[in-house]
């Protein structure tokens, strides 16, 4: 028996499925979750030694790859003066002023400790500003955990295949309306019956949590104007896109300014960090300043800020996107011949550094039509890239993430692991 499988028998005995979060354990790809001992660049190693390529980057933080030696450096120098004071420090104010002057539409940022916090905050204080108590969201965007957020909700939820979660007030769902992702008339028929109730329409600019999903021409521009005009507050979901796709987010790539933006991940540098951000007028809501409370023992704690700090500094040099843009093409363009030379129906989306390989023969736009994904061709399609030593997300139903440390080479690996996996969805799922 693997190392791997036998620390998941023992976390087993103490630990709700083994696991701190569902998406990790490899559930849907009938499979045991590695464990893993260390991680190296665009590499992880786990407990029994084998070395992955890795795709997954602890769900999207690490674009510097693992243990960036600036990142490191600055944390040991950091741990030396303390860990935690529940006072302020002035890294709190350094990682804002980067990441007021990198996101046009913030004046002002509030750290929390994951994106879960993040978008729950977002929503109260759009409920707080605007006095209203419904919320729009798409189909199959994943916000995190918040009861109003887990209804129709990607990632996890979609690859256990359940409609939410128990635990959820149904007063609370209620209060949530779900309209299809990439669709505005939708919207505009929910506006119609709701529009002096909505304090706030939610989604991923770009989705990951149904697999990587590109919003059509004009969406973003459209959903800008509906919001306007009914007084509802616009709040982009950028804990996977910010400072992913392009230094300013997906806002600063479709050059859409939401009300609110949420951060996550790689604001955090790999440590646990969350932020909320927008117009001055509406964060001044926010206690002690405002009446809308929202408070954090840890937040704005000093590694975490470090670790946000020295990675934003690296990604602000000069052409770090464009060098993105050329890993994710040269991946692209390998992927897409493997499609065409083994014939069979893959639909490759990718966005900048965010990819999903859909098992689907049709388009993908929006949830239900990544539902619509073979589940059982990526099953076999993970395990056999995992054999080839390339370390995926566990799920069809989510992004993939190339990290500044994938260099021609472990892109040219993966092509041609790719290729072999292919071949075997193939022939075992007869496709
Ligand atoms: C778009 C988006 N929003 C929110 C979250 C929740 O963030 P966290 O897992 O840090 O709570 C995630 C990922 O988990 C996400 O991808
Ligand atoms: N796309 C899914 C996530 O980013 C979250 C991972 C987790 O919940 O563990």
Redesign the pocket.
């Known amino acids: 028996m693997s190392k791997s499988k036998e620390l998941f028998s023992e976390a087993k005995k103490y630990i709700p499925g083994g696991v701190n979060s569902p998406a990790r354990a490899f559930k849907a790809v009938e499979n045991d979750p590695l464990f893993i001992e260390q991680g190296k660049g665009a590499f992880i190693y786990d407990v029994d030694g084998k070395k992955y390529i890795d795709y997954v980057g602890s769900?999207g933080p690490m674009i510097l790859g693992h243990n960036h030696p600036a990142v490191v450096e600055a944390l040991q120098q950091q741990l030396m003066k303390g860990s935690s004071f529940g006072a302020p420090t002035k890294l709190e104010t350094i990682l804002a002023e980067m990441v007021v002057e990198g996101v046009s539409s913030v004046d002002k940022v509030r750290m929390v400790n994951?994106?879960?916090e993040a978008?729950m905050s977002a929503l109260r204080l759009a409920r707080g500003y605007t006095g209203r108590t419904k919320i729009i969201k798409m189909e199959g965007c994943?916000?995190?955990h918040g009861d109003s957020l887990l209804v129709e909700a990607g990632?996890g939820i979609t690859t256990l295949g359940i409609a939410g979660s128990a635990g959820v007030p149904a007063k609370m769902a209620e209060e949530t309306i779900v309209v299809p992702y990439n669709d505005i008339s939708a919207l505009e028929e929910v506006f119609k019956e709701y529009s002096q109730d909505v304090a706030a329409v939610i989604l991923?600019p770009v989705t990951?949590?149904m697999g990587v999903v590109a919003p059509k021409n004009g969406y973003l521009e459209s959903l800008r104007e509906i919001t306007k005009k009914y007084g509802t507050l616009l709040i982009f979901?950028e804990?996977?896109t910010g400072f992913r796709l392009a230094y300013g987010g997906a806002q600063e790539l479709y050059q859409v300014e939401p009300d609110l933006t949420?951060f996550?991940?790689i604001i955090g540098g790999g440590l646990p960090v969350?932020a909320y951000g927008g117009k001055r007028e509406i964060m001044n809501y926010i206690a002690p300043e405002g009446p809308v409370y929202q408070a954090g023992t840890l937040s704005g704690n000093p590694l975490a800020m470090t670790a946000g700090i020295s990675t934003l500094k690296l990604l602000k040099e000069e052409g770090v996107y464009n060098t993105l843009e050329e890993k994710g093409k040269l991946l692209e363009a390998g992927i897409q011949e493997n499609i065409r030379k083994v014939d069979i129906p893959v639909v490759f989306s990718r966005i900048g550094s965010m990819f999903t390989l859909f098992f689907n023969g049709s388009d993908v736009t929006d949830y239900q039509s990544a539902k619509g994904s073979n589940t059982k061709a990526f099953s076999i399609y993970f395990n056999k890239m995992l054999e080839e030593g390339i370390y995926l997300p566990p799920s069809q139903f989510e992004a993939n993430f190339i990290s500044l440390t994938h260099s021609k080479d472990e892109i040219e690996a993966t092509v041609e692991a790719n290729y072999k996996a292919l071949l075997e969805v193939k022939e075992k799922a007869k496709l």
């Open positions: 769900w994951s994106g879960t978008t994943y916000h995190g990632s991923e990951g949590n979901d804990v996977m949420t996550g991940k969350g």
